[in-house]
């Protein structure tokens, strides 16, 4: 091989791995933009099951209330996935841009799981809890819409109690208590509450 | 453990505590932290650390690497046959089952065998000093009974004097900050120091000649120290000078001084026209105010520069301020940057057994104050005379939820805006009085008048004229 024809396979080369590497690079930008797109935009609703009229308890935090709202949502039969699909459906409208109560980006409901007798354990992401904002009223807020919208909605709930990420967690966020599971009565008493504006 | 497995898990939680009674609480606390597994702790310039101790044999290892480790470069490799460690420029080689090694390449025995437990080279406890100043090549000082490992110079002293001018007081002077757990219980006061070189007074005993705080004891256990203060009422501890200095006052005292207030006081006023003289026994306290937060646990960041423990503290001392100027005896839970958590801040008060129990937050949302009473799970279990501890409110709920509506109706008599509300916040649930919690929001100005003196003085100052309103009340009801 001649000198000429080495500087030429050189030149392929580099221009070759130039290219290339700027492809990866194009690529890299284009899945991590993709990523961080649909990582906040709010949890889609569901698809399953007949459209149903339900009552989501929805916080406002400019008057510190906690207000029914009726909503036309898909809900699956299976109690569980009701459950959770109803805590998605809330939750999605406090990732909304206008909403009165916003929350983390990202936030969301891992699951929800029914113990009998009358338990209903949720489970909520860590991007809702440790992204939460801090204060009495503002976690009471969060743990009162998603407890009251689900013990109006699902019948036999007698109990809610919340984890984090399967763990549990002393406060939501610094005040509201997580460790304690709250019997249905106490929920009402809350929602009552928060019904009246400040 | 799987999601299911969780779920029940913690279904069940909610019947596991639910007979932790009132009265052994202080027990429970102090067990809690005896109960765990066995801890070397390390003590240097550099860094201080705690670590788990393995039984081997029916003797003490610890893990060499995780030993050195924060110390400085260590590397370990294993050639099937040895165990070689590289610290800084110094090698060392362990034999698994033999106690000789070499070190700086001279022998150094172990008098124990070493063991390899998965790649992990475990030396005895009991020879460590002497291996890590072989190592580090400086001195070492190991307390093998309690696990305390002292390297270099790492130290903290203390002395402890009753104060001359404000007895029964008790003064503890250190020469490096501290950050002890404590824990109260009749008659006693533990502070136990896991993470600070505390080291040994001239004598294990001290008395102090005094009636009310007559003795402390000095004793190490289980990589900690521990001073156990002795006292005839209960007792409680304020932090200040930077954490240099703890001060341990009895309940009987009608105020706990800090040694260094917080940098911003409210101004006192003068009494009100409707304060009455002092009538409260020494024994008795009348309030229990609880600065939310403190320490570690910072509370809402209200802005860069300002935590919600900071406001809080302020306001607790301004709400003081204003109830002992209205004759009501009153005691902080805090007064200083203290880390308490939910059950020790019940635990004390509850072991004083006010008429009323004040906690306080602030937030950045919001206008006015907010002011809460517990919520309640219908199902109460006491047993006899002992009260179920995370239903213990229950009793007293009536009269704090009037409590909550005279405090703001005090409040909107000063154009401040109130509301009144039930929330699920520890620990309201747990305390054995009238309980309210206060939450505290800007006023119309901004964020910035949550540290304004006016605005917290003109609250607690009101927050004080409702709480007098109610005396006879909440006698009453005690």
Not at chain 1, 97 to 100: A, L, P
Not at chain 2, 16 to 21: C, F, I
């Given at each position: 091989m001649t000198a000429r024809s080495l500087a030429i396979a050189v030149i392929i080369l580099v221009v070759a791995s130039l290219s290339l590497g700027g492809y990866v690079w194009h690529v890299h930008r284009t899945v991590v933009s993709a990523v961080s797109v649909s990582e906040a935009q709010p949890v889609a609703a569901p698809v399953s099951g007949p459209p149903e009229q339900v009552s989501l308890y929805v916080a406002y935090d400019s008057t510190g209330t906690l207000l029914p709202e009726t909503a036309s949502i898909p809900l699956p039969q299976d109690r569980q996935q009701r459950a959770r699909e109803l805590l998605r459906a809330l939750i999605t409208k406090y990732l909304e841009?206008?909403?009165?109560h916003t929350l983390a980006p990202g936030s969301d409901v891992r699951d929800v799981y029914m113990v009998e007798p009358g338990l209903a354990v949720v489970d909520l992401n860590s991007e809702l809890a440790n992204g939460h904002r801090s204060g009495i009223l503002v976690e009471e807020l969060t743990l009162a819409s998603l407890s009251q919208t689900l013990t109006i909605n699902v019948s036999g709930i007698t109990h809610i109690k919340f984890l984090v990420e399967g763990k549990e967690r002393e406060t939501l966020a610094g005040h509201v208590d997580l460790m304690a599971d709250y019997d249905v009565s106490e929920i009402n008493q809350m929602a009552n509450a928060l019904q009246t504006p400040q | 453990m799987g999601r299911n497995q969780t779920a029940s898990y913690s279904a069940g939680l909610r019947y596991?505590?639910?007979?932790?009674?009132i009265c052994l609480l202080s027990g429970i606390f102090l067990s809690s932290s005896a109960a765990d597994e066995k801890r070397l702790s390390i003590y240097s310039v550099v860094a201080n650390y705690s670590l788990p101790v393995v039984e081997h044999n029916g003797q003490d290892y610890v893990g060499l690497l995780e030993v050195l480790d924060p110390l400085g470069a260590v590397k370990a490799s294993t050639d099937g046959k040895h165990w070689k460690l590289r610290y800084d420029k110094v090698e060392g080689e362990f034999t698994p089952g033999s106690s000789l090694t070499r070190i700086r390449r001279d022998d150094f025995d172990l008098h124990s065998e070493f063991v390899l437990d998965n790649g992990r080279g475990l030396v005895p406890l009991s020879s460590l000093g002497a291996l890590l100043s072989n190592i580090l090549g400086g001195p070492v000082t190991l307390h093998e009974a309690s696990r305390r490992i002292f390297i270099g110079n790492a130290a903290v002293h203390f002395t402890a004097q009753m104060s001359a001018h404000n007895s029964p007081t008790l003064l503890m002077n250190f020469t490096a900050p501290v950050n002890p757990t404590i824990a109260t219980e009749p008659g006693k006061l533990h502070m136990v120091f896991t993470h600070e070189p505390l080291v040994a007074p001239g004598s294990p005993s001290l008395t102090f000649?005094?009636?009310?705080?007559?003795s402390a004891s000095y004793e190490e256990s289980n990589g900690s120290a521990e001073i156990t203060v002795n006292g005839t009422a209960p007792l409680f501890a304020a932090f200040s000078n930077g954490n240099k200095t703890i001060t341990i006052s009895a309940s009987t005292q009608t105020n706990i001084q800090a040694a260094a207030p917080a940098t911003q006081i409210v101004t006192p006023t003068a009494p009100s026209p409707t304060a009455t003289p002092t009538i409260a026994?020494?024994?008795?306290?009348?309030a229990v105010v609880d600065a939310g937060h403190g320490g570690d646990d910072r509370?809402?960041?209200?802005?860069d520069q300002l935590s919600e423990k900071d406001i809080t503290l302020n306001l607790a001392r301004s709400l003081r301020q204003e109830l002992q100027t209205r004759g009501l005896n009153t005691l902080l839970i805090r007064d200083g940057n203290l880390t308490l958590n939910a059950d020790q801040r019940a635990t004390l008060t509850n072991t004083t057994h006010p008429i009323i129990y004040i906690c306080l937050h602030a937030s950045s949302e919001g206008h006015g104050v907010r002011l809460y009473t517990a919520t309640l799970p219908a199902d109460r279990h006491d047993k006899g005379p002992f009260l179920d501890w995370d239903t213990a409110q229950a009793s007293y709920l009536p009269l704090s939820t009037v409590a909550a509506n005279t405090m703001a109706q005090s409040l909107q008599q000063k154009q401040i805006a109130a509301r009144v509300l039930l929330a699920p916040l520890r620990p309201l649930n747990n305390i054995a009085a009238a309980a309210v919690a206060v939450e505290v929001t800007p006023s119309?100005?901004?964020?910035s008048s949550l540290t304004s003196a006016g605005y917290q003085q003109q609250i607690s100052s009101a927050l004080a004229a409702g709480v007098l309103s109610l005396r006879s009340k909440l006698e009453a009801g005690r």
């Open positions: 841009k206008n909403s009165g | 596991v505590g639910r007979y932790l009674l000649g005094d009636k009310t705080i007559p026994t020494p024994q008795q306290v009348f509370g809402e960041t209200i802005t119309p100005d901004g964020v």
